[in-house]
């Protein structure tokens, strides 16, 4: 193959659906990757799949594929995700459903093994803090960053759609890449350039002006209908991005620049399991309107072991808002919190307490303008803590409803909450100690575009 076209449909587990329907549909892609999983993320996974065995896949599986997958089969472009999230093997099972649904023929593959948990010796040191991983608290999860070369399996197999759990963001992208391109898992510089145009896609409408727009400084027009980016990559992996004609956003050196910079901490030698991606000999140059050219990135062999993102039980989190409004609202709110730090002395909790905006206080519709006390404002004061059991994290919330009749005057509008929280540590194990597993899932009769 002499070019691939891959897109980027999703940049995190929340992101917007339509501009990946727009690119599957317009884009001429070979392939389409839609990134969704954070070490955030994956925590939110555990916790759900902890109270149910058959959840802990990205809650939004369903609609993207809804949305993507018969198109996608029609048009011959494979899906590429990482929405197993904490259970690939129930997110496999949730694409064969979508497909039956849709009436599609598509082979699925589940690429699991990630999940490291037995391997993991408890007495290695988090890679954040240098303490111990079992001295953190409880560990429930440990998910080591799979690499491209688990994902080709699926690929040479013929699957349409493959699903992942923990793999390195950039090599959902390199495994494709390296497929159609015949690169070698050894080809340490052709892994680079594929490295590089993972890294840059992985954020999706990152690259096209989201978090890169600020008005007045970084301007990016029609941000409301931004589009997502594609890249044009060579078998020299040269890359050439791009995005919809008619779409909002802008990809020009700026924002490629800052994009690929983005969470990198060593840019002569950025760690992934594919490869060390070394960007001193990137060239970023402009070769069109909202098209950029990409190329230079070199690449050494591949570290020895891979990082793995621990989950432990941290305790659970009390969140709790009242609103106070009118003349003399700031200082009511501040003593509110006030007493409930007081309340809650004896527990030993480090509470944060903020109060949040400072509006003007609202004037009728149609009504003349008028000059507004500054006292005449509305303000939310919010409490948080930590909590080491949900008994005190209930009490925490106890507190702030409480303010209603036991707190300053003309509180209003509580909302409390709390959640169990799953903290996230690193640590890295020998990468022969993972091993991938690959799981395919047949679905209708002859295996050809629907």
């Known amino acids: 193959m002499t070019r691939v076209r891959i897109g980027s449909g999703a940049g995190f587990s929340a992101d917007r659906i339509d501009p990946a329907v727009a690119l599957l549909r317009d884009g001429d892609l070979d392939d389409l990757v839609l990134e969704c999983l954070a070490e955030r993320t994956i925590a939110l996974g555990q916790l759900r799949r902890r109270l149910d065995h058959e959840a802990g896949y990205d809650p939004l599986l369903r609609r993207r594929l809804d949305a993507l997958l018969p198109d996608a089969r029609r048009r011959g472009v494979r899906l590429l995700t990482n929405m197993g999230s904490a259970n690939p093997t129930a997110a496999g099972q949730v694409a064969r459903a979508v497909a039956e649904a849709h009436g599609l023929t598509a082979r699925i593959g589940v690429v699991t093994g990630d999940d490291v948990l037995d391997q993991l010796d408890l007495d290695a040191p988090a890679l954040e803090d240098g303490v111990a991983l ?3 608290g409880p ?7 799979l690499g491209a070369d688990a994902i080709r399996p699926a690929l040479t197999s013929g699957c349409d759609l493959v699903i992942t759990g923990r793999v390195a963001d950039p090599s959902l992208f390199l495994a494709p890449l390296a497929e159609r391109l015949g690169w070698r898992d050894d080809d340490w510089d052709r892994s680079a350039a594929g490295t590089m145009v993972g890294h840059l896609l992985e954020c999706a409408g ?3 002006g989201g978090y890169f727009a600020d ?3 970084k301007d990016v027009p029609d941000l409301a209908h931004l589009g997502f980016p594609y890249a044009d990559v060579d078998p020299d992996g040269a890359a ?6 008619g779409t909002g956003g802008r990809i020009d050196r700026a924002t490629v620049r800052e994009q690929l910079l983005y969470e990198i901490t060593d840019p002569t030698a950025y760690a992934t399991p594919d490869v060390y991606l070394d960007l001193r000999g990137v060239h970023v140059e402009q070769s069109g309107l909202d098209r950029v050219a990409v190329r230079g990135a070199s690449g050494r062999p591949r570290p020895d072991q891979l990082k793995v993102s621990v989950g432990y039980r941290a305790g659970y989190r009390a969140e709790g808002e ?4 009118g003349p003399n609202a700031a200082q009511r709110a501040r003593l509110a919190g ?7 002395k004896g527990h030993g909790l480090r509470l944060r307490v903020d109060l949040i905006g400072t509006l003007p206080a609202p004037v009728a519709s149609g009504g003349p303008a008028v000059d507004v006390d500054p006292g005449e404002s509305e303000i939310r004061l919010r409490v948080a803590a930590l909590c080491p059991h949900q008994e005190i994290a209930d009490e925490v919330c106890g507190e702030v409803e409480a303010l209603y009749t036991n707190g300053p005057a003309g509180g209003g509008g509580v909302r409390t909450e709390t959640t169990e929280v799953i903290g996230i540590v690193s640590t890295v194990i020998p990468r022969e100690r993972v ?3 690959l799981e395919i899932i047949e679905v209708g009769g002859d295996h050809a575009p629907a």
């Open 240 to 245: 050439s991005f791009g995005k919809l004609p």
């Open 206 to 208: 990152q690259l096209t």
């Open 215 to 217: 008005p007045g400084k």
């Open 134 to 136: 079992r001295a953190h």
């Open 338 to 344: 006030d007493v409930v730090s007081e309340r809650l």
């Open 435 to 437: 091993r991938p597993r």
């Open 322 to 325: 009242i609103s106070y409004v």
């Open 139 to 145: 560990v429930v999860s440990a998910n080591a960053y």
